[in-house]
């Protein structure tokens, strides 16, 4: 079983930034799907950015280009999200996944990942 855990959430001021850390067990590091959804209280889950391990493509929605960015360190199984600028509709709680390889863009429907951590709070307050 893939034991897939987050860390980093926090409260910060509006404009601040945090590092949102993810490890994945059984984490293939050369070929895999990695990315992070976020769901806020009384909305759907949403994906916030996808990045195929092996092909390095990204897929950003559109509400984060610019302010989030993905990185990964194959030594350390891990995956991160660089979150800047934060603001109010940030807020949300941010889960890591984790899907089968593909070729190319990883999709960033929650469907194509089946391994998840269990979230990580991040408030944005002003």
């Known amino acids: 079983e893939v034991q897939v855990v987050e860390s980093g959430g926090g409260a910060v001021e509006t404009g601040g930034s945090l590092r949102l850390s993810c490890t994945a067990s059984?984490?293939?590091?050369?070929?895999?799907?990695m990315a992070w959804f976020r769901q806020a209280p009384g909305k759907e889950r949403e994906g916030v950015v996808s990045i195929n391990t092996y092909t390095r493509d990204t897929i950003y929605a559109d509400s984060v280009k610019g302010r989030f960015t993905v990185s990964t360190d194959s030594a350390k199984n891990a995956v991160y999200l660089q979150m800047s600028n934060l603001k109010s509709e940030d807020t949300a709680v941010y889960y890591c996944?984790?899907?089968?390889?593909?070729?190319?863009?990883?999709?960033?429907?929650?469907?194509?990942?089946?391994?998840w951590g269990q979230g990580t709070q991040v408030t944005v307050s002003s």
């Open positions: 996944a984790r899907g089968a390889y593909t070729y190319g863009v990883c999709a960033l429907g929650p469907s194509r990942y089946g391994d």
């Open positions: 059984e984490y293939s590091a050369s070929r895999t799907c």
